[in-house]
């Protein structure tokens, strides 16, 4: 939704239609999975087996899709201006070079010549520009990227293999508004043009879909796959299979099976428990990337409008920074770091996670808040909030209780299990925390009306910040009409503001830094964003069908780079020499029959069951 | 069965008597008697919980055990991924289920019976109406309601207990409703009648005492699809996620990657605990229907 940031969650939305989904997810398990993918691998030419995100594709209309699933094929179908290399710097892609104005607000990228579209057409600038144009002037194109190019005041091709862009204040990011997967895709103006009018009904779903990129996506299957074939002329190097095919898995451990008995090569992110059970296997490669994203509580401290009106129905003592600070303090993030992800996370406290260390901020020694109950209780006591009877303080000011809604999504174990250890700490602090569990839709729509106390929440971000930042303005805060606002938690700080600005017009990347820096410090203090974890992000491949999928080297705790995997993996792997094709069921095997049957029997009883009631006929 | 013994007892000497027999009979089936002791030891198991099962075992704050362990000393079962005892949790786990099965129960029987019992008794359009809405939530996919209403009312137990009840009472009614149709056809009703009966009186005093045997029948069997329901919705995450039940332990389990990682007693116990349970309900439910109606004497 921004540059390169995605809210992941928001992209788990599919993954909870429940019951059939679940069900499914067994079956799959247990039954052939991937039976698209084993039919052409049987063939002489070579597929790439990869699982599917679990969002699935929302839409393969790159201006209103929102999901990860379909990032990842525009990743693969269609160009972007830069490329991003192992370190998030943006490198050349259809651009092969570009310069700034002194002025800073002209940008001039160098595009490339001889590139066709994937039904021969010439790829040009003109296309470019279209796009970007496009974007920038109408509301409905600009539905998944508008606020990339808000900045920009024209885009033109002089001729085609020249683009300007001009932008109206200074833009330090504007080599990362169109990258693969996190950034704008370019599509053919040729394929478009005509779609323009009725863009918010265009499916673009004639295959194979004309694009340019590694790929060309020659069939998809809602809930089920999507099918590739390889560009051989791509212009940044020839992917090493003929055929990719991203396979749809409802449950991961579904997913898990079909890569142990060899229907799958690549998995990107697998849980914890998993992870550790597939270290044992010696067919497969374990990897963990270095987390590119942030969990943690978010805290509705005072939710109004851009013009300062309070909306929603959160708890009026959360405005007080004792409050927060005392739940900042009862919280033991090593504790979550250990059981919740199993230790495979980096306790946090800084707003940007760690895959882009050009970012990171730690609080300076001394300035971090501990893990201290009795602390927490003391600044509470001594702040006036007195404890009633049932062990629930109350706040002196509204005479409120403090008990307070904890809003999780339904769809995420590592919420879920936070939200145990969250209320055992707060209950200590005589903070009474009531858990909803909701649909990530059912909590956006909560969150943008400001009817919570407290939120589990979670984003990833690519190389770029702004956006990550961004949601943390005045500017993201809704109208009055309770439209326009992608505020993360109502967040709205003049100073913040000031350096969101600046850290946009600075050039100078240590400078940047620097301001992104006190920015962090800021929220930091605050104590409305606080960060758990960057859990790392834990991938899987089968060593005898695939190499090269994973892109880098680790370091010296085996923790490898942020994985561009829909781009540069998928690119750059190569079938493996020695194939086997035997592959063996292990031994959790027996116990994932066991525990198939178990969940069999509870759902298909419980449908039974239900059913039944429902089937009843007149009995004398 | 031997009608004939109660003959010259008083008033309230038959109900004694009928219910002895029915114990008689009743011990005579021994996989009735397997079921309720299944019910019995699970019973007292849930009830006698709280006297060596706290919040020192439950709350993740407090627990130390080793996470996800196999069996080990101290842990017969294993432990969760926080490292509680999955022993314990399961015999936690039995209070909240149980209660959920019994009160949806409840619910459902009365709700049923009252239905079912009004639109018997009122044939004309009382008795239409009735009967129309009862189709009408026959007609109704139950799961994909019992979710929807689940996630409107809030998750937590409550919820769960009202949406397995608005769900299944409808066979209840119907089975009512055509006991009562009978009961209303002979004679001695009519007589009731032109004595002067009130509608009141003969539901009450007349039809209800001869539906409830039905009505006990169907209620065993209720509890164990209630059960399962539970189960079933928890497992979709439509529960309280910090409570313990066997549905929920189920979600956790699965969601974790309990499957993948072979945690065999992670996922069995409370998946043996339900089967064993409603396993018991159901044969309870069906002695007792042998017992007592009077066709299946003999079979």
């Known amino acids: 939704m921004g540059t390169g940031n995605s809210r992941h969650k928001l992209a788990a939305l599919a993954a909870c239609a429940l019951s059939g989904s679940l069900l499914a997810g067994t079956a799959l398990a247990a039954g052939p999975a991937a039976s698209a993918a084993s039919a052409s691998a049987a063939s002489q030419e070579t597929t790439l087996r990869v699982k599917m995100s679990g969002s699935g594709v929302d839409t393969l209309n790159p201006f209103l899709a929102f999901f990860d699933g379909a990032y990842d094929v525009f990743a693969a179908i269609y160009p972007t201006l830069n490329s991003l290399d192992e370190t998030g710097k943006p490198g050349p892609y259809l651009a092969d070079s570009w310069t700034q104005s002194d002025d800073k607000l002209t940008w001039t990228f160098k595009i490339r010549d001889g590139l066709k579209w994937s039904d021969g057409t010439p790829l040009t600038a003109e296309d470019a520009a279209w796009t970007l144009n496009l974007i920038t002037t109408d509301a409905v194109a600009g539905t998944a990227n508008g606020s ?53 009904d265009y499916k673009n779903d004639t295959f194979p879909v004309v694009g340019y990129g590694p790929w060309t996506l020659t069939d998809y299957k809602p809930e089920q796959y999507a099918k590739f074939d390889a560009n051989k002329d791509f212009i940044l190097g020839k992917p090493g299979f003929d055929h ?3 396979q749809s898995f409802k449950s991961v451990d579904a997913a898990v099976a079909a890569l142990r008995s060899g229907q799958l090569d690549y998995i990107n992110g697998v849980n914890p428990t998993q992870f550790k059970a597939l270290q044992a296997d010696k067919s497969l490669l374990t990897i963990q990337e270095v987390g590119n994203g942030w969990t943690g509580l978010e805290i509705n401290y005072n939710a109004r409008t851009r013009t300062g009106k309070k909306i929603g129905t959160g708890h009026p003592a959360l405005g007080d920074p004792v409050l927060r600070h005392a739940i900042a303090l009862a919280t033991d993030r090593q504790t979550l770091v250990n059981k919740v992800r199993d230790g495979l996370a980096v306790v946090g406290a800084g707003y940007l996670p760690p895959a882009w260390p050009q970012w ?6 001394g300035e971090e808040t501990p893990f201290d109950l009795d602390q ?13 009877g049932d062990g629930v303080r109350v706040d002196p000011k509204s005479g409120k209780p403090l008990e307070l809604r904890l809003g999780i999504h339904s769809d995420d174990t590592d919420d879920a299990g936070i939200s145990n250890y969250l209320k055992g700490w707060l209950e200590t602090i005589g903070v009474k925390l009531k858990i909803q569990t909701l649909s990530m839709s059912a909590l956006n729509s909560d969150l943008a009306k400001g009817d919570w106390d407290l939120l589990m929440d979670g984003w ?9 930042l961004g949601i943390q303005t005045c500017a993201a805060l809704p109208k009055d009409d309770g439209t326009a606002g992608n505020t993360d938690s109502f967040f709205c700080d003049k100073d913040y503001d000031e350096l969101f600005k600046k850290q946009l017009t600075t050039f100078d990347l240590d400078e940047r830094a620097k301001t992104v820096g006190e920015m962090q410090s800021i929220l930091y203090k605050a104590d409305v964003n606080q960060m758990h974890f960057n859990a790392n992000h834990l991938d899987v491949v089968r060593t005898d069908t695939v190499t090269g999928v994973i892109i880098g080297q680790p370091d010296a705790q085996g923790m490898y780079p942020a994985q561009s995997y829909a781009f540069w993996g998928y690119l750059k792997a190569t079938p493996a020499t020695a194939k086997v094709t035997a592959a063996k069921e292990e031994s959790g095997g027996s116990a994932l029959w066991i525990g198939g049957a178990v969940l069999l029997v509870v759902l298909v009883g419980g449908g039974i069951a239900l059913k039944r009631r429902s089937g009843a006929d007149d009995r004398e | 069965m031997s009608a004939a013994t109660n003959a010259p007892a008083a008033l309230d000497v038959p109900r004694h008597h009928a219910f002895s027999r029915f114990c008689r009979a009743f011990a005579k089936r021994p996989a009735g008697l397997a079921g309720l002791g299944l019910l019995v030891a699970f019973g007292v198991l849930a ?13 993740v704050i407090k627990v130390d055990g080793p996470q996800l362990s196999p069996p ?16 314990l949790l399961v015999i936690w786990g039995s209070r909240e289920s149980l209660s959920i099965g019994l009160i949806a129960t409840a619910l459902t029987v009365v709700l049923g019976s009252a239905v079912g019992l009004l639109a018997g008794h009122y044939q004309g359009w009382i008795g239409k109406i009735l009967m129309h809405v009862t189709d009408w939530f026959i007609a109704l996919p139950s799961l994909p309601l019992a979710i929807s209403l689940s996630a409107v009312l809030g998750q937590g137990a409550a919820s769960i207990t009202i949406a397995i009840a608005v769900t299944s009472w409808t066979a209840t009614a119907r089975l009512v409703r055509a006991q009562t149709l009978a009961v209303e056809a002979r004679p001695f009703i009519e007589r009731a009648k032109v004595l002067g009966a009130g509608n009141t009186q003969i539901m009450i005093r007349h039809v209800l005492p001869n539906v409830m045997p039905l009505i006990l029948v169907s209620s065993t069997l209720t509890v164990a699809s209630a059960i399962l329901s539970e189960a079933t919705l928890t497992f979709l995450g439509l529960g309280d996620p910090t409570s313990v039940t066997w549905g929920s332990m189920l979600q956790a389990a699965f969601l974790g990657g309990a499957v993948t990682a072979g945690a065999w007693w992670y996922l069995m116990p409370p998946g043996i605990a339900i089967l064993i349970v409603v396993l018991g309900f159901t044969l309870v439910g069906r002695a007792v229907e042998h017992v007592l109606n009077p066709r299946m004497v003999g079979r």
């Open chain 1, 148 to 200: 990339l190019v808000s900045n920009f005041e024209s885009v033109t091709a002089p001729d085609a293999t020249t683009l300007v862009i001009k932008t109206k204040e200074p833009q330090a990011n504007v080599t990362y508004v169109s990258v693969p997967r996190s950034g704008i895709p370019i599509v053919p103006k040729h394929i478009w043009e005509s779609q323009a009018e009725h863009l918010k």
């Open chain 1, 244 to 246: 990719m095919v991203q």
């Open chain 1, 360 to 365: 990171v901020w730690k609080p300076a020694p």
């Open chain 1, 376 to 388: 927490a209780n003391k600044i509470l006591d001594d702040a006036g909030y007195t404890k009633g």
């Open chain 1, 460 to 468: 990833t971000t690519g190389p770029d910040p702004t956006f990550l």
């Open chain 2, 47 to 59: 009830l006698v919980a709280p006297l060596f099962i706290g919040d020192d075992q439950l709350n």
């Open chain 2, 72 to 87: 080990v000393d101290g842990y017969p079962l294993g432990t969760d991924q926080a490292g509680r005892s999955v022993l």
